[in-house]
T-cell receptor, first 109, second 114 residues
Framework: GQNIDQPTEMTATEGAIVQINCTYQ??????LFWYQQHAGEAPTFLSY????GLEEKGRFSSFLSRSKGYSYLLLKELQMKDSASYLC??????????FGDGTTLTVKP | NAGVTQTPKFQVLKTGQSMTLQCAQD?????MSWYRQDPGMGLRLIHY???????DQGEVPNGYNVSRSTTEDFPLRLLSAAPSQTSVYFC?????????????FGEGSWLTVV
């Protein structure tokens, strides 16, 4: 099975940087995804890591260490619209994707 | 530009009733899945399919059936609805699951069982 842990809630200030961590235990690892979900909406894709290292996409970056079972999502220059839940998901070689419970980020002025 | 289409968007059921949540995608994706999301929680995998004619169970399959007779459609059936099945349901699809592709989600179906 898979076990995915991420903090339940985080708060940050507009314009700041925030790092959301995700740890996982799985067999047959085939990639890690980060999704953003606003209340009442479907998740939307942010990033994908399958190899170790940092992937950067504008204000969002995601890091993966497969040996440590660890990833983080880094959000820079925070905006009010970044207030949302951030879901970490791990995919296995069998094609199944399992999601963590999500981190609710509140951005304050 | 349909993507993944789920119907209905909202549904109220009485305990013991059965119903089917419809899901269709027009992107020729092989991989489709159903998730449920309870308040304050992440997505939990109910059933998934890696291609037409192939389905498998996820984390929380009890009380649900699926079939995949075509590549496009992946309906989710609730056999005898229970209040514990009150949730938001998301259908998702993607291409080859072994490739670095995103999962595309439908807009969700809000189901209440009374």
């Amino acid at each position: 099975g898979q076990n995915i842990d991420q903090p339940t809630e985080m708060t940050a200030t507009e314009g700041a940087i925030v790092q959301i961590n995700c740890t996982y235990q799985t067999s047959g690892f085939n990639g890690l995804f980060w999704y953003q979900q606003h209340a009442g909406e479907a998740p939307t894709f942010l990033s994908y890591n399958v190899l170790d290292g940092l992937e950067e996409k504008g204000r969002f970056s995601s890091f993966l260490s497969r040996s440590k079972g660890y990833s983080y999502l880094l959000l820079k220059e925070l905006q009010m619209k970044d207030s949302a839940s951030y879901l970490c998901a791990v995919r296995t070689n069998a094609g199944k994707s399992t999601f963590g419970d999500g981190t609710t980020l509140t951005v304050k002025p | 530009n349909a993507g993944v289409t789920q119907t209905p968007k909202f549904q109220v059921l009485k305990t013991g009733q059965s119903m089917t949540l419809q899901c269709a995608q027009d992107m020729n994706h092989e991989y489709m899945s159903w998730y449920r999301q309870d308040p304050g929680m992440g997505l939990r995998l109910i059933h998934y399919s890696v291609g037409a004619g192939i389905t498998d169970q996820g984390e929380v399959p009890n009380g649900y059936n699926v079939s995949r007779s075509t590549t496009e459609d992946f309906p989710l059936r609730l056999l005898s609805a229970a209040p514990s099945q009150t949730s938001v349901y998301f259908c998702a699809s993607s291409t080859d699951p072994w490739a670095g592709n995103t999962i595309y989600f439908g807009e969700g179906s809000w189901l209440t069982v009374v």
